[in-house]
């Protein structure tokens, strides 16, 4: 056993010197869950937010014109309809490859497929409820895969109560306030969301207010940075007019 | 030479029938229809049909009217010209190569041919036979050029034979100009000139005075037409064989084939699965042999009593593994139901495409370093159907449904203009527009509140109306516009939620409120 690596007892005692918190920007994890309800697109948009800011951190390393594979089974369809490529992100947009699953194990074969695949930048899948076939052993098989072969998987859970998961992490969103955009404050503006991390293997549980500030994930602390005190976005505008 | 199937139609018809020219069916009035933009118009009649007064082109109502007891069924050309393709095949017989003349002829090369069947006029007179024994009316001519050899079988008398010593143009200038394969607005033109003739066309450089510039005033009138069907001196160098012309040879494509005839009838799932496996490695070596991969499989299993069973498989990329192919096929035989057995296999490739050699241990590879993006849509589609994985695409649409289509994940996108970027589109749209009740200050105003499966939503913020009008070139004239509103409830949920109709645009009653999209 390399003793090198084994915890320390300074460590031990002050959990944050070895699991620091989560910002964006650090490595994802390979396997999130994201929890929310099927009347909003927040799961969906915080699944690509932060798709998409663990594929930044790659972009040195790997080609960013990989494919996505983005499967829904036929309840998450219902319920939250199918991803709209006008309204992806730039990105993202022409790398879309869909599954319509019918059930539930279709879905979980279907995303075990992706992440057995080498030309896939990332797997989202979005499932409906808490179906039996998706037990903990199943969750397990997909973390045991995706670590396997490296693509990362980011599960939506639609209207589903947290169960025994293998997930690295798993999060809790709901859709947040947007900052009102500087030319009409009377429409909504960029996509924010109150994200909970309440479960993960690296990082220690925490609140954020995410934000899609495009090109980058923005993170702030959901007491600091009340809804209503909220700066306009569209940054460099209002650094110019001074807000 | 060129053979002219002067009744290739009815031909084929009286074929499907099982008939004799002027027996069975045939001897009633009867004529072949196409439907055009003014109604069904005779597109062949037979010889009853003729001698009673319908001609070619007729309305199909006045055609009745002279003759109440036509009979008639849709023409096939689609039909007609498949089976035009086969026959230039078949005509390869008599020459090394032959084209294709859409709509009813082809054309075949038979320079230094002709003493192999005892000359040309045997060579005609043992074609003449052999289509009558197919049950097709021919016409047929040999002569130095394409242009002549058609003209001939078209115009001429009998089976005409222009030998290269003969003098074309005296042989030639008795045919009437459609004999050039000239436009009919071009016909036109020559008949309004007075051109009626061949020799009228070909003797009017040739005069003196002002005879003279006579092929110069042709050449002028008809200086903007290049091609050649437009141009009646092209047709008429063409025909002499002054200029070239080009034609497309009839290339026949073999698809490959592998099959194994068992000795003892197969009825257990794993003697059928080895035999599938030694199919698929014969299929790889045939394959590699040809530097192609297959993108359609057939496989096809015969029973011994007869029946035969059918498996399709469709790849996503060209492929030569034989691991990959026997794994896909392996979860299409499950529900093969041997009887009493099936006593011969085979598997043809319908569909090949070019592959160049490549490293072949796919599956090994998969297991070490993951699979290619190929093999997974292949086994995606395997399970889950075609239809379930597929790629959105843009669609040249303002309707927000219409603007995304679906096409295979691996399929070239279709080039289309940049989409534009004015307005923000959510992020997700429902399959299905669902109806909210909402509550507004006045009808053409923002939105206030709206109830969407059982709950109220406060609007916050709202961003909107983006008008968009229905696409009248498609839709009824009936449909209403959309006015859709961005919206930001209190607790910051977005949607994308429009009203259909205003409500005095007089095309029905209040407008109804819809929620489509779901924003990030």
């Given amino acids: 056993m390399d003793m090198a690596r084994l915890p320390r007892a300074a460590e031990l005692a002050r959990g944050s010197a070895r699991n620091p918190r989560w910002r964006p920007g650090l490595s994802a994890a390979l396997y999130s869950e994201i929890f929310a309800s099927s009347r909003e697109g927040s799961g969906a948009g915080a699944a690509v937010a932060l798709a998409c800011d663990g594929m930044r951190q790659e972009r040195k390393a790997v080609a960013e014109e990989k494919a996505i594979l983005w499967v829904q089974d036929a309840d998450a369809i219902r319920r939250g309809g199918r991803p709209y490529r006008p309204g992806l992100p730039q990105s993202v947009r022409d790398r879309i490859v869909h599954v319509a699953a019918r059930n539930c194990s279709d879905a979980l074969f279907a995303l075990e497929e992706g992440l057995r695949c080498r030309d896939l930048a990332c797997v989202i899948g979005e499932l409906a409820g808490n179906p039996k076939q998706f037990d903990f052993t199943a969750s397990r098989r997909l973390t045991l895969a995706t670590e396997k072969h490296g693509v990362p998987l980011f599960l939506i859970r639609l209207d589903a109560h947290p169960e025994l998961s293998a997930a690295r992490m798993r999060w809790r969103v709901t859709s947040a306030p947007s900052a009102p955009p500087l030319w009409n404050r009377n429409a909504p503006g960029r996509a924010a969301w109150h994200a909970e991390l309440f479960r993960a293997r690296a990082h220690p549980p925490g609140e954020w207010i995410l934000r899609d500030d495009d090109p980058v994930l923005a993170a702030e602390s959901p007491a600091v940075q009340s809804p209503a005190s909220a700066a306009p976005d569209h940054g460099d505008l209002v650094r110019a007019a001074g807000a | ?520």
């Fill in chain 2, 1 to 520: 030479m060129a053979i002219w199937c002067a009744q290739l139609a009815l031909d084929r018809w009286r074929h499907s029938h099982n008939c004799k020219p002027g027996e069975g069916p045939d001897a009633q009035p009867f004529a072949l229809i196409t439907e055009t933009a003014h109604g069904p118009r005779i597109a062949a009649p037979n010889a009853a049909a003729q001698l009673e007064g319908a001609s070619c082109g007729m309305m199909v109502a006045d055609a009745r009217t002279l003759c109440p007891a036509l009979q008639t069924s849709p023409g096939d050309p689609a039909g007609d010209l498949a089976f035009l393709e086969r026959f230039a095949i078949w005509v390869q017989r008599w020459g090394p190569w032959s084209a294709l003349d859409a709509p009813d002829g082809v054309l075949v090369d038979v320079s230094a041919v002709a003493h192999l069947f005892g000359g040309e006029r045997r060579l005609l007179s043992d074609v003449a036979g052999r289509c009558h024994a197919r049950g097709l009316t021919v016409h047929t001519a040999i002569a130095p050029t394409a242009g002549a050899a058609w003209a001939l079988a078209h115009y001429g008398q009998g089976a005409a034979i222009l030998g290269s010593d003969d003098d074309m143009a005296m042989r030639l200038a008795d045919l009437p100009v459609a004999a050039l394969r000239l436009d009919d607005d071009v016909l036109l033109v020559l008949r309004r000139l007075g051109l009626k003739r061949l020799g009228d066309l070909a003797g009017i450089g040739q005069g003196e005075g002002e005879g003279r510039n006579g092929r110069d005033a042709i050449k002028r009138r008809f200086r903007n037409h290049r091609s050649p069907g437009a141009n009646p001196l092209v047709r008429m160098d063409q025909l002499i064989g002054l200029v070239p012309e080009p034609l497309l040879p009839v290339v026949p494509v073999h698809a490959p084939l592998v099959q194994r005839r068992l000795l003892e009838p197969v009825r257990h799932r794993s003697l059928l699965d080895t035999v599938v496996d030694d199919l698929a490695a014969d299929m790889v070596r045939e394959l590699e042999a040809r530097g192609s991969g297959a993108r359609r499989l057939e496989l096809a299993l015969w029973r011994v009593d007869g029946e035969v069973v059918m498996r399709q498989l469709e790849l996503a990329a060209a492929t030569r593994d034989a691991s990959h192919i026997t794994r896909l096929f392996t979860s299409r035989l499950d529900d093969v139901d041997a009887g009493f057995g099936i006593e011969m296999v085979r598997l043809r490739a319908a569909w090949c495409e070019e592959l160049t050699l490549a490293q072949s241990d796919i599956e090994a590879a998969a297991q070490e370093h993951g699979t290619s993006l190929a093999a997974c849509v292949d086994r995606l589609s395997v399970r889950l159907g075609e239809d379930a994985v597929q790629r959105p695409t843009l669609r040249a649409s303002h309707v927000p449904e219409r603007a995304q289509s679906w096409q295979r994940p691996l399929d070239p996108e279709p080039a289309l203009q940049h989409e534009l970027a004015f307005h923000t589109r959510p992020l997700k749209l429902l399959d299905r527009a669902e109806k909210i009740a909402v509550l507004y200050a006045s009808p053409d105003g923002d939105p206030r509140q709206f109830r969407w499966r059982g709950k109220v939503h406060d609007i916050a913020r709202v961003e909107g109306p983006e008008r968009i009008a229905p696409e009248w070139w498609r839709e009824r004239g009936a449909a209403r516009l959309r006015d859709y509103y961005r919206i930001e409830d209190g607790s910051g949920r977005r949607y994308w939620i429009y009203r259909e109709g205003l409500a005095d645009d007089g095309r029905g009653g209040m407008p109804d409120w819809f929620v489509q999209g779901l924003c990030a």
